[in-house]
């Protein structure tokens, strides 16, 4: 089964760039779609971007489109997500998720995967 490992969170200002990564280890990488998922404190858990086995099936969250980028390195086994032009709700942490059922946009199909620990995104304003 497939290991996760995020990183790349940390404290930013309003207007700030940071790219969070995730690597992949024990399992066959191809095989998964890759999806980030954020929870900010007292709210559910959001299904923010998410990419198929193919590098050209990608879903963002509406909030999310033109500020952040997924994208993945099948030959390092990981996957990114790029963020700018971050604001203070951007503020959670932030999780990988790998599912190997299909349907990369549908964020049910990443309940019973494999998860990462998370990563803290802080935005200041």
């Known amino acids: 089964q497939v290991q996760l490992v995020e990183s790349g969170g940390g404290l930013v200002q309003a207007g700030g760039s940071l790219r969070l990564s995730c690597v992949a280890s024990g399992g066959t990488f191809t095989t998964y779609a890759m999806g980030w998922f954020r929870r900010a404190p007292g709210k559910e858990r959001e299904f923010v971007a998410a990419?198929?086995?193919?590098?050209?099936?990608?879903y963002y969250k509406e909030s999310v489109k033109g500020r952040f980028t997924i994208s993945r390195d099948n030959a390092k086994n990981t996957v990114y997500l790029q963020m700018n032009s971050l604001k203070p709700e951007d503020t959670a942490v932030y999780y990988c998720a790998a599912q190997a059922s299909g349907f990369y946009y549908l964020p049910e199909r990443y309940a019973n995967g494999v998860w990462g620990q998370g990563t803290q995104v802080t935005v200041s304003s």
């Open positions: 990419i198929g086995r193919s590098t050209s099936s990608i």
